[in-house]
């Protein structure tokens, strides 16, 4: 039996957790370091349960840390929780297993944007269910990007307009992503990756400050920041 959270939900989310923080630097895997007091991953499932969409929420834990995962969410939320892989693309490929049948659309959402708000999560639903197969939220890109060298000698300046910096959740229609993770070959680090490459249209909605990433200790930092101030 998979835990259920709205049984009147259309939307299963897929939490890849499995990582193990390198980037942030000596400690336990990222999804389990603590933000406020409490894991990353209990931020971010709690905002994923307040969306009323969310019928079923699969998270894939790192493989030693499975029934640990399973007793810090059991008070937060009803959620499964699977082992994770080497990549990250297994471990969404492991949780997306473990979806049971009901839910027509998955979204995918990285552990690691523990502030996303609920917010979001809806409106990258509700645009799949209006019809859209594939939906990433982004946010446009603000710095100058320029293109290097081996050597770190400047080849040229990107126009930065028709740029986007991608968030998760990715929202898709559940046959899409099934047939985009059956396909997969190299592993890649987003979800709608898989999906361009099946020539599948990725429509864009606007992404939230909030779900920012959180990847190096500065990033925990803003977010115990942004936390502390109400955000
Ligand atoms: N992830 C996962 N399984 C992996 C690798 C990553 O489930 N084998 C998850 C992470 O737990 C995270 C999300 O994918 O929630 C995004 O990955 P990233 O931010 O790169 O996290 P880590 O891989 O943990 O960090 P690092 O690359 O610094 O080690
Ligand atoms: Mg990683």
Redesign the pocket.
């Known amino acids: 039996m998979t835990a259920q959270l709205n049984p009147r939900g259309d939307v299963a989310v897929l939490?890849?957790?499995?990582?193990?923080?390198?980037?942030?630097g000596p400690g336990r895997?990222?999804?389990l370091r603590l933000l406020a007091g409490e894991p990353l991953l209990v931020h971010a499932v709690r905002r994923l349960a307040e969306a009323r969409s969310v019928h079923t929420i699969v998270v894939?834990a790192p493989v030693a840390e499975v029934d640990a995962v399973r007793e810090l969410l059991a008070p937060v939320a009803p959620v499964s929780v699977v082992p994770?892989?080497?990549?990250?693309q297994?471990?969404?490929a492991a949780a997306l297993a473990a979806v049971p049948a009901g839910p027509e659309i998955i979204l995918v959402h990285?552990?690691?944007r523990a502030l996303t708000p609920p917010s979001l999560v809806e409106a990258v639903a509700a645009a799949v269910r209006a019809g859209r197969p594939a939906v990433i939220p982004v946010l446009p890109v603000v710095d100058t990007i320029k293109e290097v060298d081996a050597g770190e000698v400047v080849l040229g300046t990107v126009d930065r307009s028709a740029l986007r910096a991608v968030q998760t959740p990715q929202g898709f229609l559940r046959s899409v992503l099934t047939s985009a993770h059956t396909a997969a070959g190299d592993p890649l680090t987003d979800d709608a990756g898989l999906v361009e490459k099946q020539g599948v249209p990725v429509s864009c909605v606007s992404g939230s400050e909030y779900a920012l990433?959180i990847?190096r200790p500065f990033d925990l930092a803003l977010a115990e920041h942004l936390l502390a101030s109400g955000g």
């Not at 939490?15 to 942030?24: E, M, S």
Request: aromatic share 0%; no cysteine.
């Open positions: 939490v890849p957790a499995a990582g193990a923080g390198v980037r942030l895997p990222k999804a894939a994770g892989g080497a990549e990250r297994a471990s969404v990285d552990a690691a990433k990847t």
